[in-house]
């Protein structure tokens, strides 16, 4: 819209896209508003919409994730989870704990310890995907009263992994930011009841998606109107060869500076899922940071012999705290002005 346009002429123009069976979304900008159009826009004729009264200019978009594209949003966009800031300039957030909740007496030891280390928010798995039927599933609902409670009682916000679309709203009682795991990527009735929760939501990216492929499958979650969306790289699956055992899955470094320049949202990297291997966590959250990443999902046990799942990524707190010191120091020198 035009920077003078008046709020009747808006109202007119959303409705004009509407009568076509068409949804919008309304950015509101600090000189000028700026409409998205959520549908098949063929339905609408963009000459004629930008000859309506106070617009200034009808564009095309052509990415299927128009609606997370930095040409529809300029800015870097923050997502507040509590006290938390993720994204933009901010400093790297630490999302950490360990990969399962096992009871209540795990959960409060590691959890203790990440916050000391540096944690701003507690991770735990309660409905875990898993590859075999025959490997821990997880406490399911009783792991989501421990995730609550130690949250509660350490003063930390938590995130969980939402497996089916049935647990949808059972999870969002319990967890501050519900994560939509790699397995999960392409499952869009579970996206949108996420979505429409109103929960900031964890959008890991699948270990074969093309990046377009993922951004695409996050734009659902815009869609439903929901802009608390932070992005994770977890690692993807290399083309075969040599390294094919060497590490779990391949980090893709690419994805972050990519994913920071075709969209305004954080973008967090997985080093824990991304090499499977405890002793690559180190190198590859520095590498992560160095890349752009606005923060690290880091799975820790502090019995890692003991862990129920991820146990050869699991690293101990001391190490987290080491990678934090790093981390941190890492991004304070690449934000200095001549770096
Ligand atoms: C997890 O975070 O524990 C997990 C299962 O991750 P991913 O979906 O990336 O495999
Ligand atoms: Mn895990």
């Known amino acids: ?104 007496d795990q959960l409060y030891r590691i959890a203790r310890q990440v916050k000391e280390a540096g944690a701003h928010i507690l991770r735990g798995g309660a409905f875990k995907p898993r590859s075999s039927v025959h490997s821990f599933q997880g406490l399911g609902v009783e792991g989501l009263k421990h995730l609550r409670a130690v949250g509660k009682d350490l003063g930390i916000p ?39 929760t109103g929960k900031p939501i964890f959008f890991k990216r699948g270990f074969s998606a093309q990046i377009d492929e993922y951004l695409g499958f996050a734009e ?49 990297a997985d080093p824990s899922h991304g090499t499977g291997r405890k002793d690559l966590v180190f190198p590859m959250s520095r590498a992560s940071i160095a890349a752009g990443a606005h923060g690290l999902m880091i799975e820790v046990h502090d019995r890692p012999q003991e862990a129920l799942s991820d146990a050869a990524q699991a690293i101990e707190p001391e190490e987290l705290a080491r990678i934090i010191k790093a981390c941190d120091r890492l991004f304070r020198a690449l934000s200095e002005p001549s770096a």
């Open 158 to 196: 938590t995130i969980t992994e939402i497996r089916s679309e049935s647990d949808v709203e059972t999870v969002a009682r319990y967890t501050d930011v519900l994560q939509i795991g790699a397995r999960n990527m392409y499952n869009q009735d579970l996206i949108e009841k996420a979505a429409k």
């Open 1 to 104: 819209m035009k920077p003078d346009a008046t709020r009747a002429q808006l109202a007119a123009v959303l409705k004009t896209i509407e009568s076509r069976g068409l949804k919008t979304d309304v950015m509101h900008g600090e000189f000028q508003n700026v409409i998205g159009i959520i549908g098949d826009e063929k339905k609408i004729d963009f000459q004629q919409l930008a000859s309506l009264p106070g617009v200034y200019d009808t564009v095309r978009i052509q990415v299927p994730y128009r609606l997370m594209s930095r040409t529809y949003i300029p800015n870097d966009v923050v997502v507040k989870v509590g006290n938390v800031s993720i994204g933009g300039d901010n400093p790297p957030v630490y999302i950490s704990g360990p990969c399962s909740i096992e009871s209540y």
């Open 220 to 268: 659902r979650i815009v869609a439903k109107g929901n802009k608390k969306i932070i992005l994770c790289e977890r690692g993807v699956n290399p083309l075969g060869g040599p390294f094919k055992n060497q590490t779990r899955f391949m980090m893709d470094l690419n994805a972050i500076p990519v994913i920071r320049k075709e969209t305004p949202f954080p973008i967090i």
